[in-house]
């Protein structure tokens, strides 16, 4: 399949096209929140780049969350847009999985199929979007015994992990610096989906329905703006 991904989660922005899981072009940025600029002019220089490759996308796959609530909420609208445009499914990804699959992929340590992999997405003060034996959750890191009870070796990672080696002390624990969700990943992932899984794709009524996994409801702050309170 040849699948137009996109990852809108975290500060890092990225879209990309995948052909049977294997990167083809990706455009990426670091420089923060600027996904509503730096998002369309991706799409548009990659669906450039598939004409010029005479490829026929399949799908597209999105980074679902959680993560930013407006970050999602950009990615969603622009994902199910194109879906709509180009007439092809959905393919929703979780982005704590992506995170794992960049760990996997870019760490210099030497992870073995025994370790235990625990991505953190930021969710602000000490609380932390992870995912433990296959369950995705909010917790307040508060010590090792916050996220998991073992003798193993862990590894955590995600934009929400530095904060937490001031807690998570023990000598088993380890911190991966610089993992990020990137759209190449999306890609991979969402190659195995679809081959394992056609139901997975949306499309059709399902995908006009179709919404975000926010994990938490958003709670907007009150105002300090004069007169807006």
């Excluded at 990706?26 to 548009?44: D, K, T």
């Excluded at 911190?175 to 969402?190: D, H, K, R, S």
């Amino acid at each position: 399949m040849t699948i137009l991904c996109i990852e809108t989660s975290t500060s890092v922005c990225s879209a990309a096209v995948c052909k049977d899981g294997a990167l083809i072009k990706q455009c990426i940025s670091y420089e923060g929140s600027n996904h509503a600029r730096l998002l369309p002019s991706y799409i548009e220089e990659l669906l450039s780049f598939t004409r010029e490759q005479h490829l026929s996308l399949d799908a597209v796959a999105l980074s679902e969350g959680p993560g930013s609530y407006t970050g999602l909420r950009i990615g969603t609208s622009t994902a199910k847009g194109l879906c709509y445009g180009l007439s092809v499914p959905l393919i929703p990804v979780p982005t704590l999985e992506v995170l794992c699959e960049a760990a996997r992929q870019h760490s210099a340590f030497s992870i073995r199929h025994s370790d235990i992999l625990i991505p953190m997405i930021d969710a602000r003060r000490m609380e932390v979007y992870t995912m433990i034996n296959g369950e995705t959750k909010a917790v307040v890191v508060e010590s090792e015994e916050s996220l998991i009870s073992t003798n193993e070796t862990v590894y955590y990672f995600g934009d929400g992990a530095e904060k937490c080696t001031k807690v998570l002390t023990h000598p088993n624990w380890h911190c991966i610096p610089n993992i990020v969700p990137e759209a190449q990943y999306v890609g991979v992932l969402a190659e195995r989906i679809a081959s394992s899984n056609q139901q997975a794709l949306i499309s059709g009524q399902q995908l006009a329905y179709y919404e975000p996994f926010y994990l938490k409801e958003f709670i907007a702050a009150p105002s300090h703006v004069k007169g807006l309170s």
